[in-house]
């Protein structure tokens, strides 16, 4: 079984929220929130998925503060991915995950949900929508966040 297929996490202390790409790179999809449950658990789960869904790499939003310097979080975030790829044996890249909470906050405001059922969807949307700037930009292997006042 050829594994091509991209998993988005949008990376967080409680909850993780996960993304699927199209096996041509071309679309992200919501797939799910994982509440965090320790690292023995966390790991069966990311295994499971992993075959499941028929990933071959894994993209981690990082963090980072609006001038492009990174956070305690972006560190959290480093420390997670390394752990992800002695777990699953996937390589990790990284994609700057600058307003995709807000943005996913508002499309589900947009579209009608309840503050309930867009808390339930928020960090999936939020995966999605940093897995499809990802694959928009051409899946760059060592994209590095730059400020967003830097012109290039």
């Known amino acids: 079984m050829k594994r091509s297929r991209l998993l988005g996490i949008d990376f967080g202390s409680v909850r993780i929220g996960l993304a699927v790409s199209d096996p041509d790179h071309k679309f992200s999809f919501p797939l799910e929130i994982r509440t965090r449950q320790g690292p023995t658990n966390d790991a069966a789960f990311f295994r499971a998925v992993i075959e499941r869904e028929e990933i071959g790499g894994l993209v981690v939003g990082l963090p980072i503060h609006l001038d492009g310097r990174e956070s305690v979080k972006s560190a959290e975030a480093r420390t997670f991915a390394a752990w992800l790829t002695e777990t699953t044996g996937l390589g990790v890249a990284f994609y700057d995950e600058r307003f995709t909470s807000v943005q996913a906050e508002h499309a589900l405001w947009d579209a009608g949900l309840t503050h309930k059922k867009r808390k339930e969807r928020r960090d999936a949307v939020a995966a999605q929508m ?16 730059t400020a967003l006042d830097d012109p290039g």
Do not use: R, S
């Open 130 to 145: 940093m897995l499809q700037a990802y694959l928009d930009a051409g899946c760059p292997v060592d994209a590095v966040p």
